[in-house]
């Protein structure tokens, strides 16, 4: 079992940044597909972005490549998501989700098992 808790969000301007923790506990996570989900009010969750923990191999959505970054600290077992330039538009709750293989729909929240309680990010225009 892998235990997720996320942190960092809050309210921030148009343009500034932020940096999102998911702190794992329960198990090493060599060889886990890790990832960063966001679910805006009234839409549907949507992927963020991933990384695979061994290879440390990144996907993001292209809504936010070039503007986020998602990384792992292997010492400390976290993921961060480190969020650029942010847009009105990247308001929404995130998620942090693990899965223990990689898989080829990492974009798609179904393969995941593992789940934070989401931390709330809301960008002022």
């Known amino acids: 079992q892998v235990q997720l808790v996320e942190s960092g969000g809050g309210l921030v301007q148009a343009g500034d940044s932020l940096r999102l923790s998911c702190a794992t506990s329960?198990?090493?996570?060599?060889?886990?597909?890790m990832a960063w989900f966001r679910q805006a009010p009234g839409n549907e969750r949507e992927f963020v972005a991933a990384i695979h923990w061994s290879t440390t191999i990144t996907y993001y959505a292209d809504s936010v490549k070039g503007r986020f970054t998602i990384s792992r600290d292997n010492a400390k077992n976290t993921v961060y998501l480190q969020m650029n330039s942010l847009k009105p538009e990247d308001t929404a709750v995130y998620y942090c989700?693990?899965?223990?293989?990689?898989?080829?729909?990492?974009?798609?929240?179904?393969?995941?098992?593992?789940w934070g309680q989401g931390t709330q990010v809301t960008v002022s225009s």
């Open positions: 989700a693990g899965r223990r293989y990689y898989s080829d729909s990492y974009t798609s929240e179904g393969i995941y098992n593992y």
């Open positions: 329960g198990r090493t996570l060599n060889g886990y597909l």
